[in-house]
């Protein structure tokens, strides 16, 4: 069989410590190599893992087991599980909602219409499971009981889960184009960080820096400093 038991490696872990089984059979039982069963029969591999009993579970019987032992040609052949799990039905249309919850859905609508006008009407039919004309008659206060609607949060009347709310807002927040009117911080334009100032001089002076003036001024100095030293 192509099915794997339970925990494959806690089922050879067993099987080697109570069986007779070959490598060879506990590899193909638990659809794991035979290299690595027998690792773990030399205490190379699954260290500190605890054997799982096939026999307790119902996936093996002893009578297979005795089978093996007798032939190392055999091979074990997994049991069916007893336990039929029934299908999980597949939900089609609007969400069912409960009669005595019904009258609750306008003021769940009121609430997401506020809090998240990012939801679209198919969005909100999926969450509350209503019907388009209800919600435009809450956004347009055409409802027969808008005087006395009060927004509550769906969650909390039960008509949804936090998980399927927060999905919708998520996904409704993806599909929602990203306004371009303000794009961010960005880095300015090379004719602006370039831009020479217009106050700052185009170019320094011939007179700003004349070496021969400064020389010349040195040299005034170093002649009266040695007419002092003579004195």
């Not at 217009?198 to 100095?221: C, G, I, Q």
């Amino acid at each position: 069989m192509s099915n794997a038991p339970l925990m494959p490696k806690a089922t050879a872990v067993w099987l080697l410590d109570n069986t007779a089984l070959t490598f060879d059979q506990v590899a193909d039982f638990t659809k794991m190599h035979p290299l690595e069963v027998r690792a773990i029969a030399d205490g190379d591999a699954a260290q500190g893992i605890k054997g799982m009993d096939p026999l307790s579970n119902g996936q093996l019987t002893r009578e297979e087991i005795e089978k093996g032992e007798k032939n190392p040609d055999y091979r074990l052949r997994l049991q069916e599980s007893k336990v039929v799990l029934p299908p999980q039905p597949k939900r089609k249309g609007p969400r069912y909602t409960p009669v005595s919850r019904r009258h609750e859905r306008p003021s769940a609508i009121l609430w997401l219409l506020r809090n998240h006008a990012e939801l679209k009407d198919a969005q909100i039919m999926r969450l509350v499971g209503t019907t388009k004309s209800t919600i435009a008659s809450v956004r347009d206060r055409t409802h027969w009981n808008t005087s006395q609607l009060t927004p509550i949060d769906p969650v909390t009347l039960g008509l949804c889960s936090q998980i399927e709310l927060d999905f919708e807002v998520a996904r409704a927040a993806k599909e929602k184009p990203i306004d371009t009117a303000y794009g961010g911080a960005t880095l300015l334009p090379a004719s602006e960080t370039t831009k020479r100032d217009e106050f700052e001089p185009a170019e320094r002076s011939s007179d700003d820096l004349n070496l021969d003036a400064v020389f010349a001024k040195l040299k005034t100095l170093g002649g009266k400093k040695q007419e002092d030293e003579e004195q």
